[in-house]
């Protein structure tokens, strides 16, 4: 909105004498019509413009009656300024109701713009809540880093069981192997035990043959053998010395083979039986780590299991809290944004209320300073000496102010003024 104001002050001034104001009328209309418009006013910057304007014409119209020494115009100055002191109450007047209707628009936009505790509450909750969520989160994360960690120690000793039986499998190979070896060993040595029997045998019936042989032929020929000599010999005393001689050599033979199969056979058996005992712990141990592997696939499994669902739960409680998060975000910046918009009317209303407050109390000191002036004045003053013959006529002109001020929505934007002086005959 556009307003122009356009003030018209008619200053008289003579040259070489001073007769007669002709600018009281002007401004009586001037200001009614001024004082008309600013009544219909409604608005604070256009009370304060039209307040301006009708200063400059006070004050030309004054310092006019200020000149005129007659008592006529010297009352009527005292009726004008005491309807101007009346309409200058009617201002006052205006200026109260208009502050009340200030106030009470402040009033209806207090809980809008400064009440503020309304939100406090609900702000705080949400903080606290937001607190409760970063927290939970952290707990959350706390328990994810907790369950990887025990994963890794679990996948550590995992590997480290994997490695032990993996150890013990090499383990029971070699002695698997080792049993193997000692089983061919045992199978070979009774296999040189049977050959040694049967070859025992074949020399004691081969020994009895030759005997048999050698008796028979002996029995046949029916040799007699004399041997010069103290003694005589018989030949199966002889035979049978011979006889008994590999006889122990054969026991003796039988019994050192027995006996050194014996001892390997033992020996063989007592490796066996430890083989058979280590192999049986070997297997033990291998079972036990197969169930504690078991175990331990499970727990992983199921401690894999545990962080995936609270990854998944991490992610949608920051998918929807991140979403409330930003609701949150838009609604606190509506609210400083209304906060800083209601701030900056508020500020606005105080300027114009401190500037009209100001115009105000200037148009009181202004007001004092007239009255002041007009009580000081004495009732009669001087004639002005009338002109000598042979002196030149006295010209009149005419001083006329033009102000001219452009407000748009209750600001003053531009102003200017302009003067023009007229000869009047």
């Known amino acids: ?87 200058v109450r009617g201002l006052e007047e205006e200026n109260k109701k208009l502050q009340e209707e200030i106030d009470d628009i402040k009033s209806k936009k207090a809980p809008g713009c400064r009440d503020w505790e309304s939100y406090q509450a609900p702000l705080q909750d949400l903080r606290k809540q937001m607190e409760d969520l970063n927290m939970d989160n952290a707990k959350l994360l706390l328990q994810i880093d907790n369950a990887r960690l025990a994963a890794d120690d679990f996948k550590v000793k995992l590997e480290a069981e994997q490695a032990i039986g993996d150890g013990v499998h090499k383990d029971t190979q070699g002695l698997r192997k080792l049993i193997d070896d000692t089983n061919f060993l045992r199978m070979k040595l009774e296999t040189e035990v049977e050959t040694l029997r049967e070859e025992l045998a074949h020399l004691h019936k081969s020994h009895q043959e030759d005997v048999a042989a050698l008796q028979s032929l002996i029995a046949n020929n029916n040799v007699k053998v004399e041997v010069d000599g103290p003694k005589k010999s018989d030949l199966n005393e002889s035979i049978a010395q011979i006889r008994s001689q590999y006889e122990k050599m054969a026991e003796q033979n039988r019994a050192e083979v027995e006996n050194a199969y014996k001892k390997k056979f033992d020996s063989m058996s007592q490796e066996a039986n430890v083989n ?63 906060l800083a918009a209601c701030r900056a009317d508020i500020e606005r209303q105080v300027r114009e209320y401190e500037a009209l407050l100001n115009l105000k109390s200037k148009l009181e000191k202004e007001i004092h300073d007239y009255r002041t002036l007009l009580e000081g004045v004495t009732d009669k003053e001087e004639e002005p000496a009338s002109p000598q013959p042979g002196e030149p006529n006295p010209q009149r002109i005419q001083k006329v102010t033009v102000s001219r001020m452009e407000v748009v929505d209750g600001k003053v934007v531009s102003s200017s003024s302009r003067e023009e002086v007229n000869e009047l005959h």
Not at 48 to 73: C, F, K, M, T
Request: negative net charge.
């Open 1 to 87: 909105m556009s307003t122009s104001y356009s003030v018209s002050s008619n200053s008289p001034s003579w040259r070489n004498s001073s007769s007669s104001v002709t600018g009281a009328p002007e401004f009586r209309r001037m200001s009614t019509g001024r004082l008309q418009s600013l009544r219909s006013g409604m608005d604070l910057s256009m009370l304060r413009s039209g307040l301006e304007s009708v200063i400059p014409a006070v004050r030309s119209s004054v310092d006019s009656l200020l000149q005129n020494n007659h008592q006529e115009l010297m009352q009527g100055l005292n009726e004008r300024l005491a309807g101007y002191l009346q309409r």
């Open 276 to 338: 058979t005992k280590a192999l049986d712990q070997a297997k033990n141990e291998v079972s036990d780590l197969r169930r504690q592997l078991q175990a331990l696939d499970i727990e992983h499994q199921t401690l894999q299991k545990t962080v995936d669902s609270l990854d998944r739960v991490l992610k949608d409680t920051e998918d929807h809290y991140g979403s409330h998060l930003m609701e949150l975000n838009r609604v606190l910046t509506a609210l400083q944004d209304e």
